[in-house]
């Protein structure tokens, strides 16, 4: 079961969602790999390393929440 959960963060981290929108400040482009990471914020082509760092931080803490919770579950059933 290990094994089949280090596969599958593997086969996430692999993986890229990126969105663009055209926007008012104009074209915003967002890429995160699959298990969540920031991999590239930019504006009109020019990254801005400023909001990738504060996305990182706000999606890690996220995670964090999340995880608190599901452990929590567990917890109950184990």
Partial sequence: MRQQAQ??????????VEVIKQTAKG???IVLS?????QE?????VRDAELEAT????LYKSQ???AGKLQQLTEGHT
Avoid: F, N, Y
């Fill in 55 to 58: 996305l990182s931080d706000a």
């Fill in 34 to 38: 699959g298990d969540q990471k920031v």
């Fill in 64 to 66: 964090m929440v999340a």
């Fill in 27 to 29: 074209l915003l482009r």
């Fill in 7 to 16: 596969a599958i963060q593997k086969q996430l981290a692999a993986e890229r």
């Fill in 41 to 45: 914020v930019s504006w009109d082509g």
